[in-house]
């Protein structure tokens, strides 16, 4: 895919899991005690995580993320055979302070240098996102950081997507959105936003509709598209 530059783009708007922050980075930082069930763990308590949303999503049956995470983590836990709730606890607290990707504040500023609005559209809590945007130090540089709990179901919901709409009083196309997520990306796109989808990891492209408008390895990459 050749990416070419976003033109009438009024507002950036960020996944914030995977995309802003290290999922993996709670592990990374206190799962020593996991050894080498540590990648494991991790890869499986996003996997849960994520598909406790969909489901939850499909059945009706709305918690918030906080609850969510410690669902995926529990089964995580206990699919490796780990009983330690010390250890839960910790990982638990820790998702509320992951590292932000490295090149996240600096774009960030680049985006707010060129007078652009930015903001956070996110399954989290507003508990837990207002912990990840303190711990990073980037509050200074968002305009609005938006949660599924304000329309009770979590994304790819169409209503998720319509709150940056409301919140921005912009129109779909006037919108750049960014999330590492393919499927995340692919609904954002169905919905009508401007989509670059951060590959990261070098994923497979999802067969969803609707495919990126760019593909980026990482956010430094934005503001180019950005013409900034």
């Given amino acids: 895919m050749t990416n070419q530059v976003f033109s009438d783009i009024a507002v950036c708007i960020f996944d914030a899991y995977g995309t802003l922050f290290d999922v993996h ?19 499986l308590w996003r996997q849960k995580q994520l598909e406790y949303t969909w489901l939850r999503s499909l059945m ?6 906080w609850q969510v995470t410690c669902d995926g983590l529990d089964f995580a836990l206990e699919a490796h055979g780990v009983e330690n709730n010390a250890l839960r606890d ?10 932000a990707y490295r090149e996240v504040p600096a774009m960030l500023q680049t985006l707010k240098d060129g007078d652009m609005k ?24 968002l305009d609005a950081v938006l949660s599924v709990e304000d329309v009770g179901i979590f994304k790819p919901a169409p209503s998720v ?9 912009v129109e779909a196309g006037e919108v750049c959105f960014m999330s ?16 670059a989808w951060v590959n990261r990891f070098n994923k497979t492209t999802e067969r969803i509709p609707e495919k990126p408008r760019a593909v980026i390895q990482n956010l430094a990459e934005l503001p180019p598209l950005l013409g900034l």
């Fill in 161 to 169: 997507y319509q709150l940056v709409l409301d919140r921005f009083g």
């Fill in 90 to 99: 910790e990982l638990m607290q820790l998702y509320l302070t992951l590292d």
């Fill in 118 to 141: 930015t903001g956070i559209l996110s399954n989290g809590s507003p508990k837990m996102l207002d912990a990840a945007v303190a711990s990073a130090g980037i509050a200074g540089n």
């Fill in 180 to 195: 590492s997520n393919a499927w995340d990306a692919a609904a954002a796109g169905h919905f009508g936003f401007n989509v």
């Fill in 25 to 43: 980075s709670a592990v990374g930082r206190g799962g020593a005690p996991l050894g080498e069930k540590a990648p494991g763990v991790s890869d």
């Fill in 60 to 65: 009706g049956a709305h918690v918030d993320f």
